[in-house]
């Protein structure tokens, strides 16, 4: 089955501590994103990658970090600098640029810091 | 900045029944699009239509229709024949020169038997 995969489902770390997000997609899509989703508010783009070795910063970049090594996977770091952490991330991708092409999105990780 | 705005936090419809949640927003661009999305219990986004600013007739996706004004920049979803699994937080997104999406902040529809 082609889709979205991103692990674990919730995640708990202290504060203080980096974590790691994973995104793993299979559709051979070119662009991929990272969104934050706070209650009350919609979705705010935090990276996106359009090719490989190749991302740039959305709406609220600040303390985190990706990387795309492979077209696969697109990993976001949320790092201690991150204020306010705790939040739900959804990772998206698509075939090349919306609108042309839709977006499609994983499950989500829902982090908690503490 | 673009900004999108969904006045209407909650919503209720009846089984059968037919809503229409409200979506605005501002922008002093000519050439846009807007999409809704449907986000489910399991919180994974759905696309269920779009419109390109520079068509006239109005998207139409089976049960779900757009009513888009582009003067008033206004774009309303409306849901026919509603269905349980309708049931979900609804977000409207505009996407213009910028290159990335904005959301709303969500309409929840409940649907009632």
């Known amino acids: 089955d082609g889709g979205i995969t991103q692990s674990p489902k919730y995640l708990f770390r202290k504060e203080g501590q980096n974590v790691t997000l994973s995104c793993e997609q299979n559709l051979n899509h070119d662009a991929m994103y990272w969104y934050r989703q706070d209650p009350g508010q919609g979705l705010r783009l935090i990276y996106y990658?359009?090719?490989?070795?190749?991302?740039q910063k959305g709406d609220i970049a600040e303390g985190y970090s990706v990387s795309r090594e492979k077209k696969e996977s697109f990993p976001l770091t949320v790092t201690s600098a991150q204020k306010n952490p705790t939040a739900f991330y959804l990772c998206a991708s698509s075939f090349g640029s919306v609108p042309t092409y839709e977006q499609y999105f994983g499950p989500g990780t829902r982090l908690t810091v503490t | 900045a673009q900004t999108v705005t969904q006045s209407q936090p909650e919503m209720s419809v009846q089984e059968a029944e037919t809503v229409t949640l409200s979506c605005t927003y501002d922008?002093?661009?000519?050439?846009?699009?807007l999409f809704w999305y449907k986000q489910p219990p399991s919180r994974q986004m759905i696309l269920v239509i779009r419109?390109?600013?520079?068509?006239?007739q109005n998207a139409t996706e089976n049960r779900f229709s757009v009513n888009f004004q582009k003067a008033a920049k206004s774009f309303s979803l409306k849901i026919s024949d509603s269905q349980l699994g309708d049931a979900a937080m609804y977000f409207c997104?505009?996407?213009?020169?910028?290159?990335?999406?904005?959301f709303g902040t969500g309409t929840r529809l409940q649907v009632t038997l």
């Open positions: 997104a505009y996407y213009g020169t910028a290159s990335k999406l904005t």
């Open positions: 419109q390109e600013a520079y068509k006239q």
């Open positions: 922008t002093s661009e000519s050439d846009y699009y």
């Open positions: 990658s359009q090719i490989v070795n190749d991302f």
